[in-house]
């Protein structure tokens, strides 16, 4: 099992916001399959600064559906924030390569809903958020930040996870999941 994490407080916050917005694309049923990921039990206080974070180096991958109101949200917003080359979106409909990927997420990670994004920074898996990300240029800075400071992959879905950097090859699995799907238009 993953050992426990402190997450900072401002990631809980914005998991209290995601909570709030939740997606109807999104499944009432989001239990952990895997005991690959434990729950945080315990909050740090200290504020972050945004302005540590290289929006540059900054790449969303996202697994959805064309259907979901959420995902096209997302599909808007994350190229309008950090630029019109950081999403590359893997469409889930019609799709056998990328649904058999999202399958893998579901069984490692219990995810059943979209859309799925995972936060890349400088090439390397740092968060995986399950649902809408409220105001992305201002929580996506914090959520890299606190992954970074709490040497970790965030997972964030109706609750807040942390996978261990020493936890490789569940990292190695997760990064190439979400590098390796077939990127779809619009």
């Known amino acids: 099992m993953i050992l426990m994490k402190r997450i900072v407080a401002g990631v809980v916050f914005a998991v209290v916001i995601l909570g709030v917005f939740a997606s109807l694309c999104i499944s009432n049923n989001n239990t952990m399959t895997s005991p690959s990921a434990m729950q945080s039990s315990s ?17 969303f991958y996202m697994f959805g559906l064309a259907t979901c109101p959420h995902c096209k949200k997302m599909k808007q ?7 019109k080359n950081s999403l590359t979106y893997y469409e889930l409909q019609g799709n056998d390569h990328n649904s058999n990927l999202f399958s893998e997420l579901y069984s490692m990670l219990g995810v059943t809903g979209v859309p799925v994004i995972g936060i890349f920074y400088d090439n ?26 709490e040497k970790g992959v965030l997972f964030i879905t109706d609750k807040t996870y942390l996978i261990p950097l020493n936890q490789t090859e569940t990292i190695k699995k997760l990064e190439n999941i979400f590098m390796n799907g077939e990127p779809s238009e619009g």
């Open 77 to 83: 917003l994350l190229p309008e924030a950090f630029g």
């Open 124 to 149: 390397r898996l740092v968060a995986i958020v399950e649902g809408e990300i409220p105001e992305p240029s201002k929580n996506v800075p914090i959520i890299v930040e606190t992954a970074i400071k």
């Open 43 to 59: 909050v740090n206080t200290q504020t972050q600064s945004q302005n540590q974070i290289d929006v540059s180096k900054l790449h």
